[in-house]
């Protein structure tokens, strides 16, 4: 594949290098520590434009190609911070794009826009406490009274759940299975809504992850996105650019990890001679150089089919589950590599390798991607 990057593509990866190097990088461990990362980060990207890369100008986005998403979600790797990255993506690229794609001119004034500004928090409201991989059966319902919904029912796994303005979430409106989702946005300062409890995960942190409840919460009917019982076709169609970005900023994680652990490798001695020089790390750290090679291939040919609206799902799934896997083992020996020090807090490689375990999970499972991959291919 030739070099898919233009002068304007390299000018923007170096503004946001100097934004995560400078803003975010910094505080990697204290953010981790205190398990949550300040509000303001949210205003300052709105600022640079990294929410709105993808979407339309009319609602403060910047209306650029996908290889700029491409730049941002590499660059993020930089922060040595899955959570500030799954977090800011999340805002970006994962809950505002339906909006952007099949809102109303109201519903793209009053919760797209601000959100690409940063003034507004926005989070997906998809998973449950029995339905994750699952979507088809969640519970969570929203009943038609009058000009209004009533939501009942509990949301699990929600990035930025806390501290959201608004979320994009999914509901049952008609009978059982796919057929009868919705989708909407939902202002979260509605009576009846409630932060249950922010969850207290293995990596990612400094992201706040929350159980929501929903009690009688009233809505509008004016905030659905799309047409009723349409929403678990706009789910599926939204998990593809999820699954896209998440492999992409996987695979530049795996990078820096390899960097950072050769370059270790060139200070740290052991037994008279430096640790990159033992053949055994030497031939491991070319095995994985060549498989995150052959992983950014695959990821940069998908996002070209991806930007010319093919929606690849096939390839996607192969994305999200090649990315993932590696990841597990690039991790598990950078590591090993760094032996002690490899097992404590302050080193980017400890909360790399307790970051990445979420990759083959959330999002869609390992397991999920093969099933997904086998029916594309006709078994």
Same mark, same amino acid.
């Given at each position: 594949?030739?070099?898919?990057?233009t002068?304007?593509h390299?000018?923007?990866?170096?503004?946001v290098?100097?934004?995560v190097?400078?803003e975010?990088a910094?505080?990697a461990?204290e953010w981790?520590q205190?398990?949550?990362?300040?509000?303001?980060?949210f205003?300052k990207?709105?600022?640079?434009?990294?929410?709105?890369?993808h979407?339309d100008?009319k609602?403060g986005?910047?209306?650029?190609?996908y290889?700029?998403?491409t730049?941002?979600?590499?660059e993020?790797?930089?922060?040595?911070?899955a959570?500030?990255?799954?977090?800011l993506m999340v805002?970006?690229?994962?809950?505002? =794009?339906?909006i952007?794609?099949? $809102?109303t #001119?109201?519903?793209?004034r009053e919760?797209?826009?601000?959100?690409l500004? %940063? /003034?507004?928090?926005a989070?997906l409201?998809?998973?449950e406490?029995?339905?994750?991989s699952?979507?088809?059966n969640?519970?969570?319902t929203?009943?038609r009274?009058?000009?209004?919904?009533?939501?009942?029912g509990?949301?699990?796994?929600?990035?930025?759940?806390?501290?959201?303005?608004?979320?994009?979430?999914?509901?049952?409106?008609?009978?059982p299975?796919?057929?009868?989702?919705?989708?909407?946005?939902?202002?979260?300062?509605?009576n009846?809504?409630?932060?249950?409890?922010?969850?207290?995960?293995?990596?990612h942190?400094s992201?706040?992850t929350?159980?929501?409840?929903f009690?009688?919460?009233?809505? =509008?009917?004016?905030?659905?996105? $799309?047409k #009723?019982n349409?929403?678990?076709f706009?789910i599926?169609n939204?998990?593809? %650019? /999820?699954r896209l970005?998440?492999?992409i900023?996987?695979?530049?994680?795996?990078?820096?990890?390899?960097e950072?652990?050769i370059?270790?490798?060139?200070?740290?001695?052991?037994f008279?001679?430096?640790?990159?020089?033992?053949?055994?790390?030497?031939?491991?750290?070319?095995?994985?150089?060549?498989?995150?090679?052959?992983?950014r291939?695959?990821?940069?040919?998908?996002?070209?089919?991806?930007q010319?609206?093919?929606?690849?799902?096939?390839?996607?799934?192969?994305?999200?589950?090649?990315t993932?896997?590696?990841?597990?083992?690039?991790?598990y020996?950078?590591?090993?590599?760094?032996?002690?020090?490899g097992?404590?807090?302050?080193?980017?490689i400890a909360?790399?390798?307790?970051?990445?375990?979420?990759?083959?999970?959330?999002? %869609?499972t390992?397991?999920m991607?093969?099933?997904?991959?086998?029916?594309?291919?006709g078994?």
């Amino acid at each position: 594949m030739t070099h898919p990057f233009t002068e304007e593509h390299d000018t923007f990866r170096k503004t946001v290098r100097r934004f995560v190097e400078k803003e975010l990088a910094p505080h990697a461990l204290e953010w981790d520590q205190a398990g949550l990362f300040p509000r303001e980060l949210f205003r300052k990207c709105g600022e640079l434009g990294l929410f709105g890369i993808h979407h339309d100008p009319k609602y403060g986005g910047s209306g650029l190609d996908y290889w700029f998403v491409t730049v941002f979600a590499e660059e993020l790797a930089r922060s040595d911070n899955a959570g500030v990255s799954m977090a800011l993506m999340v805002q970006g690229q994962m809950a505002t =794009p339906i909006i952007n794609d099949v $809102g109303t #001119e109201e519903q793209k004034r009053e919760f797209l826009a601000p959100a690409l500004a %940063g /003034e507004k928090i926005a989070a997906l409201g998809m998973s449950e406490p029995g339905a994750g991989s699952d979507l088809a059966n969640l519970r969570t319902t929203a009943r038609r009274d009058g000009d209004d919904y009533v939501i009942n029912g509990s949301k699990m796994w929600i990035t930025n759940g806390t501290r959201a303005d608004f979320l994009v979430l999914a509901v049952r409106t008609g009978g059982p299975g796919a057929a009868g989702i919705s989708l909407m946005t939902f202002p979260t300062d509605v009576n009846g809504f409630s932060v249950s409890k922010k969850l207290d995960k293995v990596g990612h942190r400094s992201s706040d992850t929350a159980i929501l409840f929903f009690e009688d919460c009233r809505i =509008p009917a004016r905030y659905v996105l $799309g047409k #009723e019982n349409d929403g678990f076709f706009h789910i599926m169609n939204s998990f593809q %650019g /999820e699954r896209l970005v998440t492999g992409i900023n996987a695979v530049a994680m795996m990078q820096r990890m390899l960097e950072e652990a050769i370059r270790y490798g060139r200070e740290r001695e052991a037994f008279g001679k430096r640790l990159i020089e033992y053949q055994v790390w030497r031939h491991k750290f070319a095995e994985h150089l060549t498989s995150v090679a052959a992983a950014r291939q695959l990821t940069y040919h998908t996002v070209e089919l991806f930007q010319r609206k093919r929606r690849p799902l096939r390839e996607i799934s192969m994305v999200k589950l090649y990315t993932a896997d590696l990841a597990q083992r690039v991790a598990y020996d950078c590591q090993q590599f760094y032996g002690g020090m490899g097992y404590i807090e302050e080193t980017n490689i400890a909360r790399a390798w307790r970051d990445v375990r979420m990759l083959t999970i959330g999002g %869609g499972t390992s397991e999920m991607m093969k099933e997904i991959i086998a029916q594309t291919a006709g078994m």
